[in-house]
């Protein structure tokens, strides 16, 4: 490679960029018509490609380039693109000429089978850029001179603005065309049949359709959605930067709409695998192939694929059938006046022997037929809606050595239950399953007679009537068909699938509640700058005790016993640590012996022991310290250090920044959901797991001080990605911008277009501390972009991210847009708008900044303004608040703090009456748990959460309160033996 002469190197390396720039530019101005084909493709017939030049061994092919932005600036490691490029050039626009005039003619087929060819990962990289080139000289005479749409989810290559030097090469062309098309934040233009999503497994029903009758959400918006998932787009990204898509919709639903998505996926794949598997054993039929692709659920497609499960011993109608009597059920409704059962007797046949026989043969038959027919299991299932139906519970008749009595006491409330499916209540139901699955209590739905007898009637005289007269005796054998059918196929279906909504509904809604408590819970409101003593309370081994600093740093670890007549010996010892290290706040975990450590710490307060220290105390959740404490990471973080002291350090830490600290716990060890071991737990784990993430990336991170636990939380990283991200920053320093998240190994275009939003830079940081490492490491990566320019290779960069000298200049110039929310990709945006009222990156953050940007809305209007930029007002919006908001703004200020005390009140002080103001605990579907600090939570019922007690920024789909929040009740009974607090909501604080 080095032996070709550096000018023509160039010359090739010019030629290749402005063949991608201008064919990429005008690929989605055809777009409108691929959309509709976006995210499914059918392999088309492939077309001839000419035989690959031969090449010298050290041209081995370079990854294809992703265009970044439309320039003309090419990195070091393009030589061995550009080599490979000038042999095959020719070729390959000789085989597009041939081509042109199909092209013409059917430009979508074309680019559906450009995808197909981008889709065989057995070519080689070389066959793959040839067709790349074919695809760009075709897309050239397909395209028009039209403006391509941006800020839309199906995301290409192309992006609006000519700057000088990001010329990104070290991509595979899979992940090349993949990454959106142009992100740009410009208007969106919904191509025409958008709704039209095929999938890669095709039913007889529209997903689409399906999703949004399912969620009651919009067609268009479901559709949108689909494609942003099948683009491999994260929750917290969609939420932020496609908002306009997705009207305005919250996680929790995006959450809840893809569930349903991959259950409706599941279903057709798990039907497409029994189609095969039954055509397998040569037993399918038009008629079963038809019922299999109608299946919309699990329950439909087991009813219909029953019979036909290897080892089955087939169904009353299939011996039937075997019998050769399905003939006579079928002239029985078509033609009956042509029926003569005695015709089918034979007397040395087993169940063919006598007329009675052939009877039960045809009954089987007829019954089968009903149950499967889709008419009539559809009026089944509209009739049941508008009827009473109702699901029981009782005791069950166990020997009372299986199960024991305390268990059966707590299902007393379902002993004797009865109540409507449409009434029910979420977390009744998983009350019930528990106790039927523990074999305590017996559970039926019943079905009244009536509909019964209206589905009978409505049978005999529309969909089953027979077409012509029928005899007496056969329309008797159509009657008991309709009976046996009802009673031993079409009621146990309706049962299940009865049962299985049932169930499958609280189990969401139980993980929702989860999810909705484990983010108001991470988002507790932060105490920063105060040194923190945390307690983790016991008797016999003592109560472990842990200083830290105001950034986290272990100052100190002790074990005091409080509660075995050594308080007051040890009382010196605390208030010694207290004054040494100034700390006046005390945290005390809420597990065995809180209530005396609270107690004892109380008494000392009241007493003004710790002056001149204004000590006051708060309590805290330690669920899952103890579990933590014993993890490989609690060991890397605090080597060496006593697992029960690791404890009492992540509960004082858990105050100081909640969401850092409880994100090394897996979540569903918090503790603040409900019926979460009843629960799927794939869907709990993939549900917290995307809270988490949600949480993590709209408070951000600032990559040069965040641990490694905390940034594989953010969207579009994981653990590996987290991993290389802290190694690179080892290794070469901090980041100085986002830009140079590219040179991670492993982090590809659509991750950083995911994560780099929820990444900051702080400013500060990078004046104070890496002013002289910049001017270092600027010159010793130009050294490195000469040698590399001249062929060398460098070993120590990531293959195909090596950069230039003018790359590194761009790359280390640090970036004031980086400490804010605002998205790489509307950059250009931001600065556009910064010019129209003359506001400089300087500002960014400060009072004169929002003066500024307050003044000039008001003149011209947000929608003026985003039509001006050509871009939308959820991305103006976003680009607004960036530019406004302080440089350590945190939107968890806006959320309750932990309540610190400095006096207990016990549970027998209580009184009817009383107004209290407490902390919710822990929020339920039937209830709310408040902490009242008389260490005891009090319930208050669901039903007195009305929202007109709540304020507005609290009426929220579910009109439910979250942990950490502060309220103020009424004491409405007490049972002290039982230990029950009821408690009735005033106002929310």
């Not at 090449?55 to 030589?79: F, M």
């Not at 233009?189 to 009758?213: C, G, H, T, Y």
């Not at 969909?463 to 079409?490: C, Q, T, V, Y």
């Not at 209830?927 to 920024?953: C, M, Q, Y």
Request: net charge positive; with cysteine; proline share 4%.
């Amino acid at each position: 490679m080095s032996s070709l002469p550096r000018r023509a190197k160039v010359k090739v390396q010019a030629v290749v960029s402005k063949d991608e720039f201008s064919s990429l530019s005008e690929l989605s101005s055809a777009s409108e018509e691929d959309d509709k084909e976006d995210s499914a493709w059918e392999p088309q017939k492939k077309v001839p490609r000419s035989r690959k030049q031969p090449v010298a061994k050290e041209s081995k092919p370079k990854r294809v380039p992703r265009v970044k932005k439309t320039t003309l600036q090419i990195n070091d490691g393009s030589e061995g693109v550009a080599v490979k490029e000038e042999l095959n050039n020719s070729v390959a626009i000789a085989d597009v000429d041939l081509e042109d005039k199909k092209i013409k003619v059917d430009t979508v087929k074309t680019l559906k089978t450009a995808k197909a060819k981008r889709k065989n990962s057995g070519q080689s990289p070389a066959g793959q850029r040839i067709k790349k080139l074919k695809l760009d000289e075709e897309s050239n005479r397909a395209s028009t001179a039209e403006t391509p749409s941006t800020s839309t989810l199906w995301e290409g290559v192309c992006k609006k603005e000519e700057s000088e030097d990001d010329f990104t090469f070290g991509q595979s062309p899979l992940k090349k065309m993949k990454t959106e098309t142009c992100p740009q934040g410009q208007p969106v233009r919904f191509p025409a049949n958008a709704n039209n999503i095929k999938e890669e497994v095709e039913m007889n029903w529209d997903i689409v359709q399906v999703l949004s009758e399912r969620t009651n959400i919009e067609l268009w918006v479901c559709a949108n959605i689909i494609r942003l998932f099948n683009d491999d787009n994260t929750i917290p990204f969609i939420i932020r930067y496609r908002k306009e898509l997705i009207n305005n919709l919250d996680a929790d639903s995006l959450r809840e709409v893809r569930q349903t998505l991959e259950e409706l996926r599941a279903v057709a794949k798990k039907v497409h695998s029994t189609i095969q598997k039954i055509k397998k054993e040569g037993k399918m039929s038009e008629c079963l192939l038809k019922a299999l692709l109608n299946c919309k659920t699990f329950e439909e497609l087991e009813h219909v694929s029953a019979p036909y499960k290897t080892g089955s011993k087939g169904t009353k109608a299939q011996r039937a059938k075997q019998l050769g009597l399905e003939g006579a059920a079928k002239t029985l409704l078509e033609n009956p006046g042509e029926l003569s059962l005695l015709s089918y007797i034979r007397p040395n046949v087993k169940g063919l022997s006598a007329l009675q026989d052939i009877e039960t043969g045809v009954q089987h038959i007829l019954a089968d037929m009903i149950a499967k027919d889709k008419d009539t299991l559809d009026f089944i299932r509209k009739l049941c809606q508008n009827r009473y139906i109702c699901i029981q519970s009782s005791l069950a008749k166990v020997s009372s050595k299986k199960v024991n009595e305390k268990d059966v006491d707590k299902f007393l409330l379902y002993q004797n239950f009865s109540c409507n499916i449409r009434n029910i209540q979420h977390h009744q139901i998983l009350a019930i399953n528990r106790g039927e699955n523990l074999k305590i209590l017996t559970v039926k739905v019943n079905i009244s007679d009536g509909v019964k007898n209206e589905f009978c009637r409505w049978c005999i005289q529309n969909r089953w009537r027979p077409r012509g007269f029928a005899r007496p005796e056969l329309m008797k054998i159509l009657h008991n068909s309709l009976d046996d059918s009802f009673k031993r196929l079409i009621y146990p279906l309706l049962c299940r699938e009865f049962r299985a909504k049932l169930t499958s509904d609280a189990e969401k809604e139980s993980v929702l509640m989860f999810g909705r408590n484990l983010r108001q819970l991470l988002l507790t409101s932060p105490v920063p700058g105060r040194t923190l003593m945390g307690v983790d309370p016991g008797y016999k081994h003592g109560c472990k005790l842990a200083i830290i600093s105001p950034t986290s740093q272990i100052l100190h670890t002790d074990v005091v016993y409080l509660h075995c007549g050594q308080g007051f010996r040890e009382a010196e010892k605390i208030k010694r640590l207290l004054l040494n290290f100034n700390c006046s706040t005390v945290v005390i975990g809420n597990g065995t012996a809180c209530r005396e450590t609270e107690a004892y710490f109380a008494d000392l307060i009241m007493k003004n022991y710790f002056a001149p220290l204004d000590v006051v105390y708060c309590i805290v959740s330690e669920a899952g310290a103890s579990i933590y404490s014993v993890s490989p990471e609690a060991n890397k973080e605090m080597p060496g250090l006593d697992p029960n002291l690791r404890s009492a350090v992540s509960i004082a830490r858990r105050v100081q920044d909640p969401l850092a600290e409880l994100v090394k716990i897996e979540p569903k060890h918090i503790g603040v959901g409900m019926y979460q071991h009843d629960v799927s737990q794939t869907l709990l784990k993939a549900t917290l797991d995307s809270v988490v993430e949600e949480c993590v990336s709209f408070v951000g991170v600032d990559i040069n001080i965040c641990s490694e636990v905390l940034l594989r939380h953010i969207a579009g990283l994981n653990a590996n990605r987290a991993k290389n991200i802290i190694e690179w920053r080892e290794k070469n320093g901090p980041f100085i911008n986002r830009e140079q998240l590219k040179k991670v190994k492993g982090l590809g275009p659509k991750s950083f277009q995911q994560c780099a939003g929820f990444i900051r830079i702080n400013q500060d940081y990078i004046r104070t501390f890496c002013s002289g490492q910049q001017t270092e490491s600027a010159s010793q990566v130009q050294e490195v972009a000469v040698t590399s320019s001249a062929g060398v290779e460098v070993t120590n960069e990531k293959q195909g991210k090596k950069k230039n000298k003018t790359a590194v200049n761009v790359v280390l110039k640090p970036n004031p847009l980086d400490q804010t929310c605002i998205h790489p990709e509307s950059y250009d945006i931001a600065m556009r708008f910064l010019s129209f009222f003359r506001g400089t990156l300087c500002e960014i953050g400060k009072p004169e900044m929002e003066q500024k940007i307050n003044s000039f809305l008001e003149k011209d209007g947000i929608e003026k303004i985003a039509e001006s930029l050509q871009t939308t007002v959820h991305t103006l919006q976003v680009i607004i608040d960036g530019l406004s908001q302080p440089e350590s703004f945190d939107f968890r200020t806006d959320f309750d703090k932990p309540d610190f005390k400095r006096s207990i009140v016990c549970l027998e002080d209580l009184q009817v009456g009383t107004v209290l103001t407490g902390k919710v605990e822990n929020a339920t579907l039937f209830g709310i748990f408040v902490d009242i600090g008389v260490g005891r939570s009090g319930l208050i019922p669901i039903r007195n959460v009305t929202e007109a007690k709540l304020s507005k920024t609290k009426k929220r789909r579910s009109l439910g309160l979250g942990p950490g929040e502060r309220v103020e009740v009424q004491v409405l009974n007490i049972d002290i033996p039982r230990s029950r607090i009821t408690l009735d909501l005033i106002r929310v604080l």
